[in-house]
RNA sequence: GGCGCCGUCGCCAAGUGGUAAGGCAGAGGUCUGCAAAACCUCCAUCCCCGGUUCAAAUCCGGGCGGCGCCUCCA
């Protein structure tokens, strides 16, 4: 499969370093408050990368993606909730579990923290591998990488150093650096602030420490295959892991930097906190909409586009989810049948042009028109009769086939089984209903249809009977 | 100031040299007690101006407009 490389600017083929295995780092949230629906297009369109990987190319996918559970915005956080760091962060972990099964976010190998014993061992063990090779100094307790013992230094983000205008903005983080551009490895104790001591004198560590670490304590050493995150990662973030890691290991660190744009709010631009236009998961889901709906809409946009969120999305996203969910329903009601049909062809096809859509640097919008094509002639194919049992069953495959990599069926389903009715509820007022309608009582078969609709139950009569859905 | 992206039907959005996918909304029709769903039909020449080419939404140049990054950030 084909996607784009930031590291040289261009779509290239992708194959794994060793063997069949795709060994990627992606870089998750910090954990000081819930993720809101910009960190979480990164992470559907990351869990389409993977699962593209998995089961279009068939490779064994090893996926590690962190947890940042400690830095200057947990730390403030937990400090004004009164709560010990770690017990802090295991909330916001919890809740971002929780928004990921919603989303339908298959689950990584490995999710390793910042603070996890091990890894600042990793973390330490790697300071001390720059120490060795001068690629750091110290100042007030703290270490610092020195950029300019790096030649190579800014090749990912390919800025322009001179532009840089030091104290153009206010670094959080700065201490006593001798460049602007050098940035702390190791921060040393502050008052009331976490510490750990192991082996490079007490502090706690840099932001981009974490991830080099973690990523070749967890992934077999340099390089690793596939690196990944938000646009907005390319520059410090991944430019210091790259730095960091080649500087200790003398070795190419990621061979694939993979970068999603970002989600803009419809007027406002960018989400920020500032702005108060940052939503989350659960204000999408306080709204009415459901999280299916929000995971279609992040996969209608390309990856590298940027993607302007808006209500009304979700709502155009609903409407197109019910019309998949309808074919898939009417599958059930075809009668027993072993025509003659040429529909195992317009099967392959759709298969291919599916699999050729996500190949070609995974263009789920794309792959959602080769869908829909196919909602079109599935139905066509049963009102006209020319559809046969075993040809149900192929297509039932093939719409397993196209959610394995969108992932947005099955999280449908999982919705549809608990309506805002009690399913038997619903089935006794089916039943008057239906009663109702063959004493030719419309006006009370059309009460019940109306007092459902209302709670969120729609019916609809067909030839095999009355059969409801969820709105 | 430096770097980069984008501008396709009312809305969302693929396509990146060979004559415009798909979804939502809309119009007409079939079906239906009425609806709904489904199907059929209809609905764009691609921001503007030049240029290259047999051929451009797709390449080049110049405008206009929107956005991102330049050490908080997915």
């Known amino acids: ?29 910090t954990v000081y408050a819930y993720g809101h629906i910009g960190n979480f297009r990164t992470f559907v369109c990351l869990d389409v990368l993977r699962r593209a990987l998995k089961y279009l190319e068939g490779y064994d996918v090893r996926q590690v993606m962190n947890y940042t559970d400690v830095d200057d915005r947990t730390i403030i956080e937990s400090e004004k909730s009164g709560l010990p760091l770690r017990e802090y962060t295991d909330r916001y972990i919890s809740a971002f579990q929780e928004d990921a099964v919603r989303l339908g976010l298959e689950p990584v190998e490995e999710t390793p923290r910042a603070t996890d014993e091990a890894n600042l061992h990793a973390m330490t063990g790697m300071i001390e591998a720059l120490e060795k090779n001068g690629h750091t100094y110290r100042s007030d307790g703290s270490i610092y990488f020195k950029i300019s013992t790096m030649p190579q230094y800014g090749q990912l983000a390919r800025l322009d150093h001179e532009g840089i205008k030091p104290g153009a903005r206010v670094d959080a983080d700065r201490y006593d650096k001798e460049d602007a551009r ?67 290991t003398g070795t190419q660190f990621s061979r694939f930097w993979f970068h999603v744009e970002h989600l803009l709010l419809g007027e406002g631009g960018k989400m920020s906190k500032s702005v108060g236009n940052v939503f989350t998961v659960r204000d999408v889901l306080e709204k009415g909409f459901r999280a299916s709906a929000l995971r279609y809409v992040l996969l209608s946009v390309h990856y590298r586009k940027q993607l302007k969120f808006t209500w009304d999305s ?52 794309g792959a959602l028109g080769v869908m829909f094509d196919f909602v079109r002639m599935v139905n066509a194919a049963i009102d006209a009769g020319e559809i046969s049992s075993s040809d149900v069953t192929l297509v039932r495959e093939t719409f397993e086939y196209f959610d394995q990599v969108l992932g947005v069926i099955r999280i449908r389903r999982a919705e549809d089984t608990v309506p805002p009715v009690p399913v038997e509820e619903i089935e006794k007022l089916i039943g008057d209903r239906k009663a109702a309608r063959s004493n030719r009582d419309f006006t009370k078969a059309d009460r019940i249809r109306d007092e459902l609709a209302e709670r969120g139950i729609m019916l609809e009569d067909g030839s095999a009977g009355t059969r409801w859905k969820r709105k």
Request: aromatic share 8%; charged share 25%.
């Open 1 to 29: 499969m084909r996607f784009y490389n930031t590291l040289t600017r261009r779509e290239e083929e992708f194959v794994p370093l060793r063997g069949r295995q795709v060994r990627m780092y992606t870089c998750g949230l």
């Open 314 to 365: 979700l709502s155009q996203a609903d409407e197109a989810l019910t019309r998949l969910m309808d074919c898939l329903v009417r599958l059930d009601t075809v009668p027993q049948s072993d025509v003659e049909t040429t529909v195992t062809e317009k099967v392959e096809v759709s298969r291919r042009d599916f699999s050729e859509m996500m190949k070609a640097d995974l263009n789920t919008p």
């Open 182 to 248: 050098d940035f702390v490895l190791w921060k040393a104790t502050q008052p009331g602030e976490p510490t750990w001591d192991y082996g490079v004198g007490p502090g706690r560590p840099g932001w981009h420490i974490e991830c080099s670490a973690m990523a070749l304590r967890l992934l077999d050493g340099p390089p690793i295959d596939i690196h990944a995150g938000g646009v907005d990662l390319v520059f410090p973030h991944h430019e210091n892991e790259i730095a960091q890691s080649e500087g200790a």
